[in-house]
């Protein structure tokens, strides 16, 4: 089932690290922030999660939880947000089911080699469980300020 704006999320469920759970209902009441990115410890990647960590605690003033979600292992993720000192949790998508879910795994060109790859995206979901806005194949600079910026606008118009 494919994510739609205005649309509840579908179910599922998935591990993060420090033992927590997450699903389609378990943080109804609080904007939700998912941001997929493609791999632990590349250039793109680390900067992205850097910028959320370091918004990190405007997000949660402006009333949102972030999760950060690849393809990696819980060890992968583990490591990388120890190093990072990242604030807020992973999600392991070690079979690419919220990645298939949220459409972000992509047919890319990599050293002329077609390969699938998750798309850098970033959805946004309000305290009802519906998707409120989506940015796909985006870019890392000033993204993370447009985030929050949404993630204020949500909470001052509830």
């Known amino acids: 089932m494919a994510i739609v704006v205005n649309k509840l999320i579908p179910e599922f469920e998935a591990n993060a690290t420090g033992g927590v759970k997450v699903s389609n209902t378990s943080h109804l009441g609080k904007v939700l922030v998912l941001y997929f990115y493609p791999k632990d410890n590349t250039p793109g990647c680390t900067t992205e999660a850097m910028q959320f960590r370091d918004k990190y605690k405007d997000f949660v003033k402006a009333g949102a939880t972030v999760f ?3 393809r990696d292992n819980m060890k992968s993720h583990d490591e990388f947000k120890a190093k990072l000192e990242l604030p807020f949790e992973l999600i392991a998508d070690t079979e690419e089911k919220m990645c298939h879910m949220f459409g972000v795994v992509k047919n890319k060109i990599m050293y002329g080699k077609k390969v699938k790859g998750i798309e850098r995206s970033t959805f946004l979901i309000g305290a009802d469980g519906t ?3 989506e940015w796909r194949g985006l870019k890392v600079p000033g993204h993370v300020d447009e985030v929050l910026a949404a993630v204020k606008e949500i909470n001052t118009t509830v």
């Open 131 to 133: 998707l409120q806005q």
């Open 68 to 70: 950060g979600v690849s």
